[in-house]
């Protein structure tokens, strides 16, 4: 047994014959000794001197053993100081008082030397106990400030990072618990060079630290590659294999990505591991399911890996609505999981579609009584071209070495065309020209625009007017695809070129494609309305561009851009 | 026990069976239950027949356990899955990687 250590104990008792006997007993036990006559010294010695434990007389002048037990516990706070009340009282009520007081433990008069030390030792093995308790507590919660501490800065870190984006645009609404991160849950949204719309809605594998850690590297593929007008494919390409490159093994991220495009009515998904996510059309009332075509991010190597997407047509005002497995995985209390069935029918009850997160969060709570912490929702609508207005990119350069005067001509050929998109190097090239700046998104628009109509329409073949109608719409896609899947030869052909022109200066781009062209005068007859599903790339080429035109059978396409003066 | 494993009598075959709730609670006894093997197995069979549960750091477990068997050159099979644990394997696409009966 462990040898006990001296303590400092107070002895509270008016009979002075009684004090004697009791100092004795305890010192010889080997204990410092501290003596009071009454309560009130024994209150004060204890304020002044702090004893580990008090042996405390219950009747005595001035203050009794019960008001200074009191007063000693409130003292003493939180620290156990074990306070044994000497008593030669029998009645249970009074030993009951002893205990209601505060005390601890009672010790009958006369006493006996072998229980006195029992007690004390008994008492002090309490005492060490809670002061350990007390010690762990305060500890763990120095830890837990620590911890939470290291979270905020994280997440400041990483707002700004996440939010550079475009969460805020007013076709976007999004629920996330204010630590969402330290969940897994990642949502991200920025604009293409193009107007286009990219959102993202991930959840890494995991809690805490290690789910967050995944979230920045794929936070800037994301932005990066967005922001330079690369697609879902590249883009996900890139997020996969370096999330692979990153990550340990059990470690991956479900995720979907759309590309919502608001010139032609669109919206591109690609889900892999994440719960379905629904197109909700408008006229329609119907609920079109996004469902996981793929594995989450990061499990497949580079050669692997499938960046497949699906094409759906949109109307304006219809919506795309992500969420996270929180919803659907939250749980009753017997274990019964809220599903996808119940959510269909709080889609099925919704009358308002702006209070659908509001309904589902009413659901959740009716269905478990509590809210889960990892619950993510995102609702994305279609707005009017119109009304879409991406943010200015900002460039960091001087503007001291702007070429003005130059040309190249590229040809992509069938292998590369499979796989490569040169749209963001072209963009960064011609970017270089600071006068272009101002109208990057015509710019990029235009250029993606006939670089997919030489693809699409003239190296592929594939007939835009399949695009009238949604089923077609999605054919249109598959045959896409397999075509390029495919493509063995083909070219597209991009001319550029840049000169001086006044105080400004002017751009003219040329596109040509392998393809059977298509009868020119026709389309141009078309007025300029932008609104059918089909087609729509020739009208808005000639309304972002200046002098379009088309030659060689429709195999070669014309546009200017010009400006004024250097920016 | 939650997690229970099996060698067949050749050493050529392990069934690992997981009981419960799959999730990150059973992450030490699930992956002890073959790294401690002295030889690896030519096939692996997840039995989730008591399975009643299983969550995306279950499935971090599934991919460790491929890895170790050799990855695309593994052969592991999850059997007995319920009709959820099933619709969490299907949504994840993990059909791809493992056969699922």
């Given at each position: 047994m462990q040898v006990q250590e001296p303590l400092t104990i107070l002895i509270a008792e008016d009979s002075a014959a009684d004090r004697l006997l009791l100092s004795t007993i305890v010192r010889r036990q080997g204990h410092e000794v501290l003596t009071a006559a009454n309560g009130a010294e024994a209150v004060d010695l204890f304020r002044r001197q702090q004893p580990d434990l008090v042996l405390m007389d219950a009747m005595m002048p001035v203050m009794d053993g019960f008001e200074a037990a009191r007063q000693i516990k409130a003292l003493a706070g939180e620290t156990l100081v074990p306070i044994i009340f000497l008593t030669s009282l029998t009645e249970s009520e009074a030993l009951a008082r002893c205990l209601e007081a505060g005390g601890d433990d009672f010790l009958a008069k006369p006493y006996n030397q072998v229980i006195l030390a029992a007690k004390i030792k008994a008492m002090d093995r309490l005492r060490r106990l809670q002061a350990t308790v007390l010690q762990q507590r305060d500890l763990i919660a120095k830890h837990h400030d620590y911890l939470l501490n290291e979270q905020r800065v994280a997440k400041a870190v990483f707002d700004k990072v996440a939010h550079?984006?475009?969460?805020?645009?007013?076709?976007i609404r999004y629920l996330q618990s204010p630590y969402a991160l330290f969940n897994g849950d990642l949502l991200l949204a920025a604009y293409t060079p193009a107007g286009d719309m990219h959102v993202l809605l991930g959840d890494f594998t995991g809690h805490g630290l290690p789910a967050a850690v995944g979230a920045m590297p794929l936070a800037e593929v994301f932005y990066g590659m967005t922001a330079k007008g690369y697609g879902l494919a590249e883009t996900l390409r890139e997020m996969n294999a370096k999330l692979k490159r990153i990550l340990p093994v059990d470690m991956f991220c479900c995720a979907t990505l759309l590309c919502l495009s608001f010139q032609r009515r669109s919206v591109e998904v690609w889900n892999g591991g994440m719960p379905d996510g629904y197109l909700h059309r408008i006229a329609s009332g119907e609920r079109v399911p996004l469902a996981a075509r793929h594995l989450p991010l990061?499990?497949?190597s580079a050669q692997a890996f499938d960046d497949r997407t699906e094409v759906h047509p949109m109307a304006a005002g219809d919506r795309v609505f992500l969420l996270s497995d929180g919803v659907i995985d939250t749980s009753d209390a017997s274990d019964q999981l809220f599903g996808v069935e119940r959510l269909q029918q709080v889609f099925a009850a919704n009358r308002e579609p702006d209070r659908l997160f509001e309904d589902i969060e009413q659901a959740l709570r009716d269905f478990r009584g509590e809210a889960r912490d990892d619950v993510s929702m995102v609702e994305v609508s279609l707005l009017e071209p119109a009304q879409v207005k991406p943010s200015a990119p900002v460039y960091?350069?001087?503007?001291?070495s702007c070429p003005l005067d130059w040309s190249v001509s590229f040809e992509f050929r069938g292998a590369t065309l499979?796989?490569?998109?040169p749209l963001p190097y072209l963009l960064q090239l011609l970017l270089e020209?600071?006068?272009l700046r101002a109208q990057s998104g015509a710019l990029y628009s235009v250029l993606a625009e006939l670089y997919s109509n030489a693809l699409?329409?003239?190296?592929?073949?594939?007939?835009?007017?399949?695009?009238?109608?949604a089923a077609g719409f999605a054919r249109y896609y598959q045959q896409r695809n397999d075509r390029l899947e495919a493509l063995q030869d083909g070219f597209v052909r991009v001319h550029l070129q840049v000169q001086p022109q006044g105080e400004g200066g002017c751009l003219v781009i040329r596109v040509e494609d392998s393809g059977k062209g298509f009868d020119v005068a026709r389309v141009m007859e078309?007025?300029?309305?932008?609104?059918?599903?089909?087609?729509r790339g020739v009208s808005l080429v000639r309304q972002l561009g200046r002098n379009a035109s088309w030659s060689d059978e429709g195999r070669s396409a014309r546009v200017e851009f010009s400006w004024e003066v250097e920016a | 026990m939650s997690v229970v494993t099996e060698v067949s009598p050749d050493g050529q075959k392990l069934t690992i069976s997981v009981k419960g709730r799959f999730d990150f609670g059973r992450h030490q006894e699930f992956r002890e239950s073959y790294e401690r093997l002295p030889k690896k197995p030519d096939s692996i069979v997840v039995d989730?027949?008591?399975?009643t549960y299983l969550d995306s750091s279950a499935l971090g477990m599934l991919l460790l356990l491929r890895d170790h068997a050799g990855g695309d050159n593994s052969d592991v099979r999850v059997v007995n899955s319920s009709s959820d644990v099933r619709k969490i394997l299907a949504i994840s696409n993990f059909d791809k990687l493992f056969d699922i009966t």
């Amino acid at each position: 047994m462990q040898v006990q250590e001296p303590l400092t104990i107070l002895i509270a008792e008016d009979s002075a014959a009684d004090r004697l006997l009791l100092s004795t007993i305890v010192r010889r036990q080997g204990h410092e000794v501290l003596t009071a006559a009454n309560g009130a010294e024994a209150v004060d010695l204890f304020r002044r001197q702090q004893p580990d434990l008090v042996l405390m007389d219950a009747m005595m002048p001035v203050m009794d053993g019960f008001e200074a037990a009191r007063q000693i516990k409130a003292l003493a706070g939180e620290t156990l100081v074990p306070i044994i009340f000497l008593t030669s009282l029998t009645e249970s009520e009074a030993l009951a008082r002893c205990l209601e007081a505060g005390g601890d433990d009672f010790l009958a008069k006369p006493y006996n030397q072998v229980i006195l030390a029992a007690k004390i030792k008994a008492m002090d093995r309490l005492r060490r106990l809670q002061a350990t308790v007390l010690q762990q507590r305060d500890l763990i919660a120095k830890h837990h400030d620590y911890l939470l501490n290291e979270q905020r800065v994280a997440k400041a870190v990483f707002d700004k990072v996440a939010h550079s984006g475009c969460l805020s645009a007013a076709n976007i609404r999004y629920l996330q618990s204010p630590y969402a991160l330290f969940n897994g849950d990642l949502l991200l949204a920025a604009y293409t060079p193009a107007g286009d719309m990219h959102v993202l809605l991930g959840d890494f594998t995991g809690h805490g630290l290690p789910a967050a850690v995944g979230a920045m590297p794929l936070a800037e593929v994301f932005y990066g590659m967005t922001a330079k007008g690369y697609g879902l494919a590249e883009t996900l390409r890139e997020m996969n294999a370096k999330l692979k490159r990153i990550l340990p093994v059990d470690m991956f991220c479900c995720a979907t990505l759309l590309c919502l495009s608001f010139q032609r009515r669109s919206v591109e998904v690609w889900n892999g591991g994440m719960p379905d996510g629904y197109l909700h059309r408008i006229a329609s009332g119907e609920r079109v399911p996004l469902a996981a075509r793929h594995l989450p991010l990061g499990v497949l190597s580079a050669q692997a890996f499938d960046d497949r997407t699906e094409v759906h047509p949109m109307a304006a005002g219809d919506r795309v609505f992500l969420l996270s497995d929180g919803v659907i995985d939250t749980s009753d209390a017997s274990d019964q999981l809220f599903g996808v069935e119940r959510l269909q029918q709080v889609f099925a009850a919704n009358r308002e579609p702006d209070r659908l997160f509001e309904d589902i969060e009413q659901a959740l709570r009716d269905f478990r009584g509590e809210a889960r912490d990892d619950v993510s929702m995102v609702e994305v609508s279609l707005l009017e071209p119109a009304q879409v207005k991406p943010s200015a990119p900002v460039y960091s350069d001087s503007g001291q070495s702007c070429p003005l005067d130059w040309s190249v001509s590229f040809e992509f050929r069938g292998a590369t065309l499979k796989r490569f998109n040169p749209l963001p190097y072209l963009l960064q090239l011609l970017l270089e020209v600071h006068g272009l700046r101002a109208q990057s998104g015509a710019l990029y628009s235009v250029l993606a625009e006939l670089y997919s109509n030489a693809l699409e329409h003239g190296v592929l073949g594939l007939d835009s007017s399949l695009k009238r109608d949604a089923a077609g719409f999605a054919r249109y896609y598959q045959q896409r695809n397999d075509r390029l899947e495919a493509l063995q030869d083909g070219f597209v052909r991009v001319h550029l070129q840049v000169q001086p022109q006044g105080e400004g200066g002017c751009l003219v781009i040329r596109v040509e494609d392998s393809g059977k062209g298509f009868d020119v005068a026709r389309v141009m007859e078309r007025p300029l309305d932008g609104v059918r599903l089909s087609g729509r790339g020739v009208s808005l080429v000639r309304q972002l561009g200046r002098n379009a035109s088309w030659s060689d059978e429709g195999r070669s396409a014309r546009v200017e851009f010009s400006w004024e003066v250097e920016a | 026990m939650s997690v229970v494993t099996e060698v067949s009598p050749d050493g050529q075959k392990l069934t690992i069976s997981v009981k419960g709730r799959f999730d990150f609670g059973r992450h030490q006894e699930f992956r002890e239950s073959y790294e401690r093997l002295p030889k690896k197995p030519d096939s692996i069979v997840v039995d989730l027949k008591e399975a009643t549960y299983l969550d995306s750091s279950a499935l971090g477990m599934l991919l460790l356990l491929r890895d170790h068997a050799g990855g695309d050159n593994s052969d592991v099979r999850v059997v007995n899955s319920s009709s959820d644990v099933r619709k969490i394997l299907a949504i994840s696409n993990f059909d791809k990687l493992f056969d699922i009966t």
